[in-house]
């Protein structure tokens, strides 16, 4: 589990590197897209195998891993955990982009009608806010689901 959380940290900040040099040189044009590229495609092939790494039952995360029994006589181990993980991890994320796509539709349509009636700036405020509830719901499943 070290080694995947250390790639994931090295990936990150090599991710952020490349975004900082290629401001800081005012890279533009084919170099700019190039690069962009060549980040993104690191990106995803590193984050492809690491969770490969994650999900193989490699030894040396089946080494750090154990098995236990419950009452009604079922293995519990390091892949229901993965499992439980996964799950938690699809609620927050889908709950998220669910969240960005309904506050980007009502926040323009608040700006919108903030611009012609400036009297409605509250009731636009609540509609956004309602958007922005469907995040907290993944994360409060996300929470059930790692607290079972």
């Known amino acids: 589990m070290g080694y995947i959380i250390t790639l994931s940290l090295i990936l990150v900040i090599i991710t952020i590197g490349v975004g900082i040099y290629g401001i800081k040189n005012e890279i533009k044009g084919k170099k700019a897209t190039r690069l962009l590229g060549m980040n993104l495609s690191t990106f995803f092939v590193l984050l492809v195998a690491t969770t ?26 390091a892949n229901v955990d993965g499992l439980r993980f996964l799950a938690a991890a699809l609620s927050t994320g889908l709950a998220c ?16 009608a903030i611009s ?22 993944g994360m409060i499943i996300s929470i059930m689901i790692l607290n079972q």
């Open 116 to 137: 012609e009636n400036e009297k409605l700036l509250g009731k636009t405020i609540i509609f956004v806010g309602l958007a922005e509830g469907i995040a907290i719901y």
């Open 52 to 77: 490969i790494m994650l999900f193989s039952g490699s030894p040396v995360i089946a080494s750090t891993a154990t098995t236990t029994t419950t009452p009604t006589g079922t293995a519990v181990g």
């Open 97 to 112: 982009i669910g969240a960005g796509i309904a506050v980007a539709i009502s926040g323009s349509a608040a700006i919108g």
